[in-house]
């Protein structure tokens, strides 16, 4: 797979990643990391899951759905850089989150903004994550998305 194909691949995972959170497809997103580990910084700790069936069960658990089923975010991906090693079937890459959201009592604003840190192996002739690694620089009012402050 050519270093230009691998990175529209892998793109095209981090857009899928966000449009499924968006939908509130949580067996969605956890099957894109069947075979991975999903970590999180929060505050001073790092919490972490592994597997499809740890990460569908924290959206489960935290992530507020509203009356159509949608957590009612937009996350936007933004400053991708991808980095493949076409001989080792591996890559990295790096990217901004920004994640709206508006609510009747919420008008309509950033609520989180971080980064993404996330490694990625070629199996079968898909690309496929390994890890990912958020990272919150900015948090706002996480009222309407989460089911507490993992801030605080």
């Known amino acids: ?4 194909d691998a990175r529209d691949a ?11 959170v968006d939908a509130g497809d949580f067996e969605g997103v956890s099957h894109l990391f069947e075979h991975a580990t999903y970590r999180a910084v929060l505050g001073d700790e790092i919490g972490v ?12 658990h935290i992530t507020l759905r509203h009356e159509d089923g949608t957590p009612s ?7 991708v850089i991808v980095d ?11 990217s ?22 996330d490694a990625f192996a070629l199996a079968g002739g898909e690309w496929q994550f390994t890890d990912r690694l958020i ?12 089911s507490f402050d993992p801030f605080r």
């Open 49 to 60: 899951r592994t597997g499809a069936a740890e990460v569908q069960e924290q959206f489960e």
């Open 84 to 94: 493949v090693d076409e001989n080792a079937g591996t890559a990295t890459s790096r």
């Open 96 to 117: 901004y989150f920004t994640v709206l959201q508006a609510r009747p009592t919420l008008p309509l604003q950033v609520i989180i903004a971080g980064r993404y840190e």
């Open 73 to 79: 975010t937009k996350h936007v991906i933004t400053n």
């Open 1 to 4: 797979m050519a270093e230009t």
């Open 135 to 146: 990272i919150t620089d900015l948090v706002g009012d996480l009222s309407q998305h989460l």
């Open 10 to 20: 892998i793109s095209r995972l981090l857009f899928t990643y966000a449009a499924r």
